[in-house]
């Protein structure tokens, strides 16, 4: 099992930053991919940003070149810098890991942008 811990969320204004992390422990070793998941209510959980062991990126088109994720390997910790937030980018974010393809997720934060 892989249990992940989030923080860093919050209230921001319209063109505010926040950053998130995510601290994975237990069965860590293998963990393929890691990234962060937004809800809205009414809404599937969607993909925000992700990035494999390797390093490889992947971001929904909406936070492209607002958005950075970062992983530590040694740390074991997932990291989203939000820069330039929009209303839109409101929601809980669920940090997220995958491992012999089974997913893990996180407890969720809540991200509010609003003036």
């Known amino acids: 099992q892989v249990q992940l811990v989030e923080s860093g969320g919050g209230l921001v204004q319209p063109g505010g930053s926040l950053r998130l992390s995510c601290a994975a422990s237990?069965?860590?070793?293998?963990?393929?991919?890691m990234g962060w998941y937004r809800q809205v209510p009414g809404k599937q959980r969607e993909l925000v940003a992700a990035?494999?062991?390797?390093?490889?990126?992947n971001y929904a088109d909406s936070v492209k070149g607002r958005f950075t994720i970062s992983r530590d390997k040694a740390k074991n910790t997932v990291t989203l810098q939000m820069n330039s937030l929009k209303p839109e980018d409101t929601g809980i974010y669920y940090c997220n890991a995958v491992r012999y393809g089974s997913d893990f997720w996180g407890q969720g934060t809540q991200v509010t942008v609003s003036p």
């Open positions: 237990g069965s860590i070793f293998s963990i393929y991919v």
């Open positions: 990035i494999t062991s390797g390093g490889t990126t």
